[in-house]
């Protein structure tokens, strides 16, 4: 269930209520509602997140975690720090020269007050999948079509010509 503006605005305290435009309400207002359905969010490894907030408020993946940050300060929302201890293929599927990017070793993921994070690196497990979809499916087909192109068949001498 939804909280509604209105009792979002009631939960904050009237000095941060005063702090804050009523854009800026609006648009922790959506934030909080993300986490509420999601359980959490980050701007580093929850893209959907990112692409839902952005997408609607026009603004960057900076101005959004600001956001948080503020969200996080005045109490709204929790900020867990997580930290990356992966493994060689993750490593290798996120790097930052990847096109998914890569994924910092530390980041902060935030969820409602007194909730847990969960400790998941989305953007891993998505490349992850990706790179074993590709070879399920994909790169046998690629492969033919690679061999065709640089191994093609030998062709039958004409024995007249031999």
């Known amino acids: 269930m939804d909280i509604s503006f209105e009792d979002f605005v009631s939960r904050l305290s009237a000095d941060q209520r005063a702090a804050v435009s009523h854009r800026t309400l609006g648009v922790w207002h959506r934030i909080y509602i993300y986490i509420e359905q999601h359980g959490s969010a980050d701007t580093v490894d929850d893209d959907a997140f990112v692409q839902s907030i952005t997408r609607d408020q026009s603004m960057t993946r900076t101005t959004l975690a600001r956001?948080?940050?503020?969200?996080?300060?005045?109490?709204?929302?929790?900020?867990?720090?997580?930290?990356?201890?992966?493994?060689?293929?993750?490593?290798?599927l996120c790097n930052?020269?990847?096109?998914?990017?890569?994924?910092?070793?530390?980041?902060?993921?935030?969820?409602?007050?007194?909730?847990?994070?969960?400790?998941?690196?989305?953007?891993?497990?998505?490349?992850?999948?990706?790179?074993?979809?590709?070879?399920?499916?994909?790169?046998?087909?690629?492969?033919?079509?690679?061999?065709?192109?640089?191994?093609?068949?030998?062709?039958?001498?004409?024995?007249?010509?031999?």
């Not at 503020?70 to 490593?91: F, K, P, Q, W, Y």
């Not at 074993?132 to 033919?144: G, I, L, Q, R, T």
């Open 96 to 162: 930052p020269y990847s096109p998914n990017g890569g994924l910092p070793s530390r980041f902060v993921r935030y969820t409602l007050p007194g909730q847990k994070p969960t400790l998941e690196l989305r953007r891993a497990a998505k490349a992850t999948k990706d790179f074993m979809d590709f070879f399920a499916s994909d790169f046998p087909k690629e492969m033919e079509r690679f061999s065709a192109i640089f191994s093609p068949p030998p062709k039958e001498q004409d024995a007249g010509n031999a």
């Open 67 to 92: 956001h948080l940050r503020r969200m996080s300060t005045a109490g709204v929302i929790e900020g867990h720090v997580l930290v990356r201890r992966a493994d060689h293929l993750t490593n290798s």
